[in-house]
């Protein structure tokens, strides 16, 4: 293994460019930057982030408006619908009590008028004084 | 490297600078310094991954035209060494994945009965490089490191941002396959030397 680790040093050594590489690597630095490649790169990068950060936030806090908006709406919806079973549970409770008022007075009335002698609904039936007549 | 900020205009391209660009007088002297000390170290890297000279030239100058505009982040010497050789094995890298496509064969994959085709060539460096060129270009990487820049494995990792594990476990298996490769090679020689 030592020897191929040797071999490989000597087979891989550093090697030499080919002529005039120095060169041909400043044209084409020239030839990048007066097409603009090389100055623009970083300037549109730099304001494609700037745009990027800009529009993110706006985004958040167009979101956090819009959240924000929706849970005050449910706020706002829940109270009302709170109040309107509020609202019912009392007209419930006047509702029941004025029922029970009217049964009630409606069931003395009639008492009153058994205990009065009054006939209750049946006309076909013969009064007490109407007997006493045909008897005597 | 000691650099100071100035303003000036670009000698280089004759443009005014802009942030983040060479924008001293001392600067282009410094890059162009750079470009004439680190060339063979570029270029070589990329002509041991590539294996073709217009492609590897072509390698180094997307180097170093990177260099020219990220030059303002280097800060050393050693930086400007570590920035150079990791720059330029990563752009070797993805051209080789442009060019072949994701390979993805495995080094215990490659076919060790039939090795590139050396057997005329009578210069043992030669037959070596060509059997580099016939590893992975993972493995690839970290061979070219190991022997022609002399990295130790935990630099290697950094360059390649790799596990030291991983680094030492593709070295160990390539230089396996290059051993094997080696004595298929030799064999077929003195075959044919016999005949």
């Known amino acids: 293994m030592r020897r191929l680790e040797n071999d490989l040093q000597d087979s891989l050594r550093r090697k030499a460019p080919p002529p005039d590489f120095v060169t041909r690597v400043r044209a084409r630095i020239e030839r990048d930057a007066s097409l603009g490649t090389v100055h623009s790169r970083r300037s549109v990068t730099h304001w494609f982030r700037m745009l990027a950060a800009a529009a993110a936030l706006v985004a958040a806090i167009g979101v956090g408006l819009v959240f924000e908006q929706r849970q005050r709406s449910r706020a706002r919806r829940e109270a009302a619908l709170q109040r309107t079973l509020t609202a019912l549970s009392i007209a419930a409770h006047h509702l029941n009590r004025i029922e029970r008022k009217a049964f009630s007075s409606v069931r003395w009335e009639r008492i009153g008028e058994q205990l009065a002698g009054a006939p209750l609904g049946d006309s076909s039936r013969p009064s007490s004084e109407a007997v006493h007549s045909n008897g005597a | ?195």
Not at chain 2, 12 to 29: A, H, K, V
Not at chain 2, 126 to 146: I, S, Y
Request: with cysteine.
């Open chain 2, 1 to 195: 490297m000691d650099r100071g900020r100035m303003d000036g205009t670009d000698a280089m391209t004759g443009q005014s600078p802009e942030e983040g660009m060479i924008s001293t007088s001392e600067e282009i002297p410094a890059f162009n310094e750079a470009v004439t000390a680190h060339q063979s170290l570029v270029f070589s890297i990329a002509y041991h991954m590539l294996h073709n000279v217009a492609l590897a030239e072509d390698a180094a100058q997307d180097v170093f035209l990177r260099l020219y505009r990220d030059y303002h982040k280097i800060q050393s010497a050693s930086h400007l060494v570590h920035w150079l050789r990791r720059t330029t094995t990563h752009r070797c890298l993805d051209s080789l994945r442009r060019v072949m496509g994701r390979c993805r064969v495995a080094l215990d994959e490659i076919d060790l009965v039939s090795p590139p085709s050396v057997e005329n060539d009578p210069l043992q460096a030669r037959a070596l490089r060509r059997l580099v060129a016939g590893l992975p270009a993972g493995a690839r990487a970290v061979v070219v490191l190991r022997y022609q820049e002399d990295l130790d494995p935990r630099e290697i990792a950094r360059i390649l941002d790799l596990p030291v594990n991983t680094v030492k476990s593709r070295l160990h298996r390539a230089l396996t396959v290059l051993r094997d490769r080696l004595a298929a090679l030799e064999e077929a020689r003195h075959a044919s030397a016999r005949e």
